[in-house]
């Protein structure tokens, strides 16, 4: 059960998806992470990022609520919210456009009202978005939401599900990452793995991650138990053979498998490679910590974070400066520095130009 903490601050990790979102959240003061239930003392995390409106009237259902009246009434159900702000279409439902970004945060703003049931929603101290994908237009299209959820705070973090998975396992045993770390990702006929990796003998310490994606289905059907012999084992087959693949000459720590899929007693010989040698975890809510715990971060650093750096497709990889005069003495000003969202990366200064048109920038 929910303990409700009165007038506590609170950090929020919020993964936000076109199929479903996560709200985890913690105290301000506190290194642990908890994971918001739609099921008093379970653990369903999953909100379905859909919305329905009553027919006739202004107002609005989300989540399995949404669903459900849609199915009852055969109203419009709309999903894919991410996608929809993306493209910035309207949406029209009973012959009135709607704004799709005005959607997205209506879903948001509905879905942080669980939080009430740990503490009014008022007292988040800070918020951390994170989603697959990130891009500058996503980004874009999440502050906006931001800005129009009116929240009490400006300490709103956003980063990719690769930042989150780092942010994750660097408040974890070190021992779970002293090797490589495999992350499996079930969704959408497709089996997403990333890998993460540190390069130790860097100063800080560079982690980085490695993606690649395979096709991959697991039959459909509410109970995985109930999945056919023979197509389970062709199914495990699959999965295996995508191990070993990716394990093949690379030490490997531990595995995390992301996705309901992976319930069920078909992954007989896959789960056997997997662990063999590995710790295995299954689970959901890593992304939605690893949100929170990026956000931990930003407010009070751990000796981890201050010793490592994460570097990825999003980050620079260098640090940019320039050498100035000052007084008639040569000093180094520092513009951007590696590890930098290069979405966010932005330095504004003044100087003067002594002759020509000619400026040097040292890249390190």
């Known amino acids: 059960m ?14 936000l998806g076109d199929a479903y979102s996560q709200i985890s959240y913690a105290l301000s003061e506190s290194d642990s992470v908890e994971t918001l239930s739609l099921v008093a ?17 202004n107002q ?16 419009v159900l709309v999903r894919d919210l991410v996608t929809l702000a993306r493209k910035g279409e309207p949406v029209v439902i009973e012959e009135t456009e709607y704004e799709p970004v005005g959607l ?7 879905s942080l009202g669980l939080l009430s049931q740990v503490s009014a929603p008022e007292r988040i101290y800070a918020m ?28 709103i973090l956003i980063q990719s599900h690769t930042e989150s998975f780092y942010n994750y396992m660097i408040h974890q045993e070190k021992a779970l ?24 003998r860097a100063n800080p310490v560079v982690a980085f991650v490695e993606k690649s994606e395979y096709p991959f289905r697991v039959p459909d059907g509410d109970d995985l138990e109930e999945m056919l012999p023979a197509q389970a084992a ?64 930003q407010i009070r650093p751990s000796e981890t974070g201050k010793s490592h750096m994460f570097l990825s497709e999003e980050k620079l990889k260098a640090n940019i400066g320039m050498k100035l005069l ?24 003044e100087f003067y130009m002594q002759g020509g048109n000619r400026v040097e920038l040292v890249i390190t």
């Not at 259902?61 to 849609?70: H, V």
């Not at 997205?104 to 509905?110: D, N, S």
Request: proline share 1%; with cysteine.
């Open 234 to 297: 062709r199914t495990d087959r699959e999965l295996l053979q995508i191990a070993e693949e990716l394990c093949q000459g690379t030490p490997v720590s531990c595995v995390y498998l992301i996705g309901e899929r992976f319930a069920g007693d078909w992954m007989r010989e896959s789960q056997k490679f997997l662990c063999r040698g590995r710790r295995v975890f299954q689970g959901n809510n890593l992304y939605s910590k690893g949100a929170c715990f990026g956000m931990m971060e």
């Open 128 to 155: 951390a978005i994170t989603g697959e994908g990130m891009d500058g237009e996503l980004r874009e299209v999440l502050r906006e939401v931001v800005d129009r959820l009116s929240l009490r705070t400006d300490r």
């Open 2 to 15: 929910l303990k409700r903490l009165n007038n506590e601050k609170l950090i929020v990790g919020y993964d």
């Open 60 to 75: 609005w259902f989300y989540g399995r609520e949404a669903i459900r009246y849609a199915e009852e009434t055969g109203s």
């Open 326 to 349: 000052r007084q008639g003495e040569e000093i180094y000003c520092a513009l951007l520095d590696a590890g930098t969202d290069w979405y966010e990366a932005d330095h504004t200064f």
């Open 41 to 57: 003392g379970g653990e369903s995390y999953n909100i379905f990022t859909a919305l329905c409106k009553r027919q006739g009237a």
């Open 104 to 110: 997205l945060t209506l879903f948001v703003k509905r």
């Open 177 to 200: 990452w002293s090797q490589r770390v495999l992350l499996l990702e079930y969704g959408e006929d497709r089996l997403r793995a990333l890998f993460l990796e540190c390069n130790r």
